[in-house]
């Protein structure tokens, strides 16, 4: 059986990486997830990121995030650099793990460059889908948590965190631009793209999304592992 690849999107401070972590552990002491695996219908559960998901998409992740202020990065230099990490992340990591029937959690994938170099940027809406389809070999994933959060919010939280990286220390308009990208993608892709509250504690996030698991797990294995 195909695997599943699950995303988790977000402006900057939406706590999706905390959210990722969080559902890793819950899945891995779920019963039913243990009974998947355990009947190798599910043989591994990978978490991954991007950019940053290979070898050669740390490198990448050091170009695009890291502050280099000798060093200016274009728009269409940093969509392409982008599109480079996706694709060398779907033919090494994402598509043999799917193949296998596994399981990869993703912290951003193609609704990120949608909303940032779309939308925040203001690259072609049209180029970023051709790229994205090439890179993917069109693959979308099978569910996205949008952690639905405030730009200014969420950028408050990451100046909390620390030291904010290349793209967190972009103005507040780009932030609110690409907010406005994942409220149009979420509009568009309600098949895919499930809304979550990220304005609230992270317990609550977490049971948000663990609800829409346990509903996605009933529906995906039914046939193979009856859950009840």
């Not at 990486?17 to 009974?35: I, M």
């Not at 990869?104 to 072609?124: E, M, N």
């Amino acid at each position: 059986m195909q695997g599943k690849l699950i995303v988790f999107e977000g402006v900057e401070g939406s706590g999706k990486s905390t959210q990722l972590a969080r559902l890793q552990h819950w899945l891995v002491a779920h019963s039913a997830f243990q009974k998947l695996q355990t009947a190798g219908i599910v043989p591994e559960l990978i978490v991954t990121r991007e950019p940053g998901g290979t070898n050669l998409g740390r490198s990448l992740r050091s170009l695009l995030l890291d502050h280099q202020p000798e060093t200016a990065l274009g728009a269409r230099a940093e969509l392409l650099l982008y599109a480079a990490d996706r694709a060398q992340h779907i033919e090494e990591v994402i598509c043999p793990a799917l193949q296998a029937g596994s399981w990869v959690l993703c912290d951003r994938f193609i609704d990120s460059t949608v909303a940032y170099q779309g939308y925040g940027r203001g690259l072609s809406l049209s180029l970023i889908e051709q790229l994205n389809d090439i890179a993917t070999e069109g693959i979308s994933g099978d569910l996205t948590f949008w952690l639905k959060l405030d730009a200014a919010q969420g950028l408050s939280r990451s100046r909390r965190r620390g030291s904010l990286d290349r793209m967190e220390q972009t103005h507040l308009e780009f932030h609110q631009q690409v907010q406005q990208g994942f409220e149009t993608l979420a509009e568009r892709h309600p098949e895919r793209i499930v809304t979550i509250d990220a304005a609230v504690t992270e317990d609550t996030v977490a049971q948000q999304i663990q609800t829409i698991m346990e509903q996605k797990l009933k529906t995906w294995y039914r046939k193979h592992l009856p859950i009840s």
